[in-house]
T-cell receptor, first 113, second 114 residues
Framework: GAGVSQSPSNKVTEKGKDVELRCDPI?????LYWYRQSLGQGLEFLIY????????KSGLPSDRFSAERTGGSVSTLTIQRTQQEDSAVYLC???????????FGQGTRLTVV | AQSVTQLDSQVPVFEEAPVELRCNYS??????LFWYVQYPNQGLQLLLK??????LVKGINGFEAEFNKSQTSFHLRKPSVHISDTAEYFC????????????FGTGTQLKVEL
């Protein structure tokens, strides 16, 4: 597609359930990022994929969070045993290289009730 | 490690007035700098970027930013704002060495009033 696509756009889940958030990056972009944006907060880095290199997971807040990127394209962010504090907008971005900067999807708004 | 500081969380300004949104970064290596804008209920879009060369860069919607290496700053400016500029603005940095993480500041909410 022309841009970064994220699905679902909205997700309401019960506390304790697992959720999967999907990101389709721009075709050909080798870098993919996940960020979290909470109300009144900035962008919190979660994880970064670059080509076939080991991902930078330094931003994942707990072991309930994991992400994978299959075939160097689509990425899935999984949150296990969701908690209310996980409620936020989860943003995905992809980049061809650092010179171009990153292009963002519209985000998935996660609400844990 | 790199970090980005946006000194103002909110900036109120009247329409047609000039505005400056401040951004400082810390990095021991060369950097690429970016400003992103997020309009209400929308995703982030790139406003402008500094890679090298001229320290004054121009972006979309009449915004410009100046890279100041000695002060490690990359402030965003617009000489005359419009009501439609009301949005959240994020400064971000890539370093040319070390990690490949795009690091963002906490954002500045620009509110343009009539």
């Amino acid at each position: 597609g022309a841009g970064v696509s994220q699905s679902p756009s909205n997700k309401v889940t019960e506390k304790g359930k697992d959720v999967e958030l999907r990101c389709d990056p721009i075709s050909g972009h080798t870098a993919l990022y996940w960020y979290r944006q909470s109300l009144g907060q900035g962008l919190e880095f979660l994880i970064y994929f670059q080509g076939n290199s080991a991902p930078d997971k330094s931003g994942l807040p707990s072991d309930r969070f994991s992400a994978e990127r299959t075939g160097g394209s689509v990425s899935t962010l999984t949150i296990q045993r969701t908690q209310q504090e996980d409620s936020a907008v989860y943003l995905c971005a992809s980049s061809l290289n650092r010179v171009e900067g990153a292009f963002f999807g519209q985000g998935t708004r996660l609400t844990v009730v | 490690a790199q970090s980005v500081t946006q000194l103002d969380s909110q900036v109120p300004v009247f329409e047609e007035a000039p505005v400056e949104l401040r951004c400082n970064y810390s990095s021991s290596v060369s950097v690429y700098l970016f400003w992103y804008v997020q309009y209400p209920n929308q995703g982030l879009q790139l406003l402008l970027k500094y890679l090298s060369g001229s320290t004054l860069v121009k972006g979309i919607n009449g915004f410009e930013a100046e890279f100041n290496k000695s002060q490690t700053s990359f402030h965003l400016r617009k000489p005359s704002v419009h009501i439609s500029d009301t949005a959240e603005y994020f400064c971000a940095v890539f370093t040319t060495g070390g990690g490949n993480k795009l690091t963002f500041g906490t954002g500045t909410q620009l509110k343009v009033e009539l």
